[in-house]
């Protein structure tokens, strides 16, 4: 988007990127609670969305880290005691259905860990330099995968903790898994679950939002 833009308060549908989102988890039935990890200097935004759009269901405000796994485990330690599951969720991706998010928690409940992912349905090719293809990949067996990400508290604190140890960095959460020996479930989603990334996200999230909330005016 740019350094100037912070995406998760561009205006889509009437309200910012991340108010569609936590609208998203606050209506979800099998959601008990919302921990927020965002930048230290910006809870007062996110306690004024929560006021703004009502928001039903009690919420955290917790500060992020260095790393994505950083702030994870922020989120992770703000957790009320007794929580067993936890579904992780980029708040740029506004578009998950509630369908989505419960599948991911029955799956997590059943398996230990679940994504939300999409079979890749483009041909895939690996450059080592960028420039020229090196080799095909066969896409049959590879999968996008999106969030939520959703584990058993005690599972994803446990992967966490080896990566800490270790010293690592992961980009995802079921990277994370990888270092434990954990089995992830697959989830395929019934809908797009965009995430806005680049100015181009912002018009197909528009569309997507339209539909499922009825609105036809932009403010």
């Not at 994870?72 to 259905?97: F, Y």
Request: a positive charge; glycine letters at 8%.
């Amino acid at each position: 988007m740019g350094g100037q833009v912070d995406k998760l308060f561009i205006s889509i549908s009437g309200r910012p990127v991340v108010a569609h989102t936590w609208k998203r988890f606050d209506s979800a039935a099998c959601v008990d609670e919302i921990i927020m990890v965002v930048r230290d200097g910006r809870q007062a935004e996110f306690a004024q969305l929560a006021k703004k759009y009502r928001f039903r269901k009690p919420y955290r405000l917790v500060g992020g880290g260095q790393e994505r796994q950083d702030s994870v485990w922020n989120g992770l330690e703000a957790l009320s005691p007794g929580t067993e599951i936890v579904a992780i969720h980029d708040a740029a991706r506004p578009c998950t259905s509630d369908g989505l998010i419960e599948a991911t928690v029955a799956a997590a409940r059943e398996t230990g860990a679940a994504v939300a992912a999409q079979p890749v349905s483009d041909t895939i090719k690996a450059s080592d330099d960028g420039k020229v293809i090196h080799r095909h990949l066969d896409r049959s067996r590879l999968w996008a995968v999106q969030t939520p990400q959703t584990f058993r508290v005690d599972v994803i604190r446990r992967a966490l903790a080896r990566v800490r140890e270790k010293n690592l960095q992961v980009t995802d959460d079921t990277a994370a898994c990888e270092q434990i020996g954990q089995t992830v479930r697959l989830v395929l989603g019934d809908a797009p679950n965009p995430k806005v990334t680049r100015p181009e996200d912002v018009g197909f999230v528009r569309i997507l939002l339209r539909t499922r909330i009825g609105s036809t005016k932009e403010r």
